[in-house]
């Protein structure tokens, strides 16, 4: 993963109280974590931090779409995803990330990366299994689906043969039921 400095939140010149970032997010970000999984995005990022005297509070929303192949067809189609998350970041000996709500950074830090978190929390909003809307209701149109429909079978013919050729010892047997 390469660093950039877009994500980079220095907070130790920042005053107490709540300060607002906003961050528009598109496949170059994606790139930087080496993660190929979406044709196109377009998501708007917002964090806020709350800075108080011994901890940092972060609060990000994502909302946008992503634009995705879909499981059942193969066809591309915008995807739209939104979430939230939360995050504590406290001061300590030494750097953990062990807990996911809660960063320990050491003490004498005056920044915090936040493109991890980010990447996470978009990734983890896109559900596993991406159907196309237009399955769902009936209104998607493919080339595949129209060929399908003109190769499906419109008329089965019933063989009467079968019924012509019948034994006439049969019928005759059929007889014994029917007369009691």
């Not at 109280?17 to 995005?41: A, L, M, R, T, V």
């Amino acid at each position: 993963m390469k660093k950039t400095k877009e994500f980079l939140i220095p907070f130790i010149g920042l005053k107490l109280g709540k300060h607002h970032f906003e961050y528009q997010i598109n496949n170059s970000f994606f790139e930087i974590f080496d993660y190929n999984e979406y044709q196109d995005s377009n998501i708007k990022v917002n964090v806020v931090l709350e800075k108080k005297s011994t901890l940092l509070e972060l609060s990000f929303k994502h909302k946008g779409v992503v634009n995705v192949p879909c499981d059942l067809t193969s066809e591309d189609f915008d995807l739209p995803v939104k979430g939230k998350m939360n995050l504590i970041v406290r001061f300590g000996e030494e750097y953990n990330n062990d807990n996911e709500e809660l960063l320990i950074l050491p003490h004498g830090e005056f920044e915090i990366d936040i493109a991890q978190y980010i990447y996470e929390m978009v990734v983890l909003s896109v559900p596993l299994r991406r159907v196309h809307p237009g399955v769902k209701d009936g209104s998607l149109k493919t080339e595949a689906l129209t060929k399908l429909n003109e190769l499906i079978v419109k008329e089965v013919k019933k063989e009467n043969k079968q019924e012509e050729n019948i034994d006439p010892r049969w019928d005759k047997l059929k007889q014994l039921l029917t007369d009691k």
